[in-house]
């Protein structure tokens, strides 16, 4: 697995850092309305989600959606299929949606939406790395994240390359030759 990566983004030691600093953040800022939900979406925040709750120290849930987007990135939000919802109610209650990385923010735009039809008391976007030179659909941001990448396709501590490379400890770029095989 190792040998598949060109360069580490992120060590495994940057990255505990980040997401203990941001989940003592969200710690503090989570109002009091009720138990706050963390909303994993899977399957890429898996490993983020579960280090960031434990960072945080507060009695919290947790829940996870599938949401599959689909349409080129000139189609804004709209086309995001919910594969698998929550079960929880949300409403009145504080919502942190935990997503690996934010791209066209397709995805995201939609799952919030949604989310804020149900009522809740707050909706806040948290996600790992933050693509920030993708071409968004929306205007969407993240209200948290731990990381800003540029444009190129990353993997490890959670996100995939053709359903691999999710267990890697670190963040890193793949070698050309493995796309190319
Ligand atoms: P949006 O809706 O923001 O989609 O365009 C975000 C989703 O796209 C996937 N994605 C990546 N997955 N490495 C990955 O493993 C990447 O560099 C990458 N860029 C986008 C991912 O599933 C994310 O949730
Ligand atoms: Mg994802």
Do not use: Q
Not at 114 to 140: E, G, N
Request: net charge negative.
């Amino acid at each position: 697995m190792h040998n598949d990566v060109e360069k580490i983004l992120f060590s495994e030691d940057e990255i505990r850092n980040a997401v203990a600093a941001l989940g003592k953040r969200i710690a503090a800022d989570v109002s009091g309305n009720g138990t706050p939900l963390f909303i994993g979406i899977l399957k890429g925040s898996f490993i983020f989600m579960a280090d960031l709750v434990r960072e945080t120290g507060i009695n919290c849930e947790m829940d996870f959606m599938i949401a599959k987007s689909y349409g080129n990135s000139t189609v804004s939000s709209g086309t995001v299929n919910i594969v698998k919802d929550i079960s929880a109610d949300i409403t009145g209650r504080d919502v942190i949606v935990v997503e690996d990385i934010l791209d066209t923010a397709r995805t995201l735009a939609a799952v919030k939406e949604l989310l804020l039809s149900r009522s809740p008391a707050s909706v806040k976007i948290c996600t790992l790395l933050d693509k920030v030179t993708a071409k968004r659909v929306s205007d969407l941001k993240a209200d948290y994240k731990c990381f800003d990448v540029g444009n190129e396709f990353v993997v490890g501590y959670g996100l995939d390359y053709a359903e691999k490379y999710r267990n890697l400890k670190y963040i890193g770029v793949l070698k050309r030759e493995v796309y190319e095989k």
